[in-house]
């Protein structure tokens, strides 16, 4: 069965580095989210992105992040200068189609920690 | 605003013994309501979804939620886990006007021998 794959599982990096998280969409997914889950929080949207633009962000979604489809196949989410404050769990999403009720498939997450 | 709660953090029940994990949201507008569960070093697999119609809902794996308008609840349930059911289950909103999901803390059920 087809799955979203996030690379790496673990990232340490330090306050004021620059990470970049990458995800591979299920490929014939046109629709990519990405979320977090800070330790004991809830999982948080962050942005949506279809057809090479943003489509939905939220509030946490601010001018530190960046979100690029490289490539046919690469999802990237990069965080510009990292805060204590941005450590979670990060995961990556794709569906087939755009709409409330449409079922999001996730990968497996990155742990970003920051130092 | 919507919002998502899932009151039990942990839930440990014996093999072949009855769950329920509970979900309760908000919302101002209407609904579909989703429960996600993660097993370890895996991403979020849907295990069933609520969109309209029957309030009943069967996913996988026997799991079966039932949507209460009233209540404001999703609650999920099975008759009789498994070891394998040890995971973390989260419940998750969508609504009109979005493409998000709003999702609770995660559930983390504990099946024990």
């Known amino acids: 069965e087809p799955e979203v794959t996030q690379t790496p599982s673990h990232q340490v990096t330090q306050m004021g580095q620059e990470v970049i998280l990458r995800c591979v969409p299920i490929?014939?997914?046109?629709?990519f989210y990405w979320y977090r889950q800070i330790l004991g929080q809830k999982v948080e949207f962050l942005v949506s992105?279809?057809?090479?633009?943003?489509?939905?962000k939220s509030e946490i979604f601010d001018d530190q992040f960046s979100v690029e489809r490289p490539d046919g196949s690469n999802f990237t989410l990069k965080i510009r200068s990292t805060k204590l404050e941005d450590s979670a769990m990060y995961f990556c999403a794709s569906s087939e189609a755009h709409g409330t009720g449409v079922t999001q498939y996730f990968g497996p997450g990155t742990r970003l920690l920051v130092l | 605003a919507q919002s998502v709660t899932q009151l039990d953090s942990q839930v440990p029940v014996f093999e072949e013994a009855p769950v329920e994990l509970r979900c309760n949201y908000s919302s101002s507008v209407s609904v579909y309501l989703f429960w996600y569960v993660q097993y370890p070093n895996q991403g979020l697999q849907l295990l069933l979804k609520?969109?309209?119609?029957?309030?009943l809902v069967k996913g996988i794996n026997g799991f079966e939620a039932e949507f209460n308008k009233s209540q404001t609840s999703f609650h999920l349930r099975k008759p009789s886990v498994h070891i394998s059911d040890t995971a973390e289950y989260f419940c998750?909103?969508?609504?009109?006007?979005?493409?998000?999901?709003?999702f609770g803390t995660g559930t983390r059920l504990k099946v024990l021998a």
């Open positions: 992105f279809y057809n090479n633009e943003i489509s939905e």
């Open positions: 998750a909103v969508s609504s009109t006007g979005t493409y998000k999901y709003i």
């Open positions: 609520y969109l309209s119609g029957s309030t």
């Open positions: 490929s014939n997914h046109l629709y």
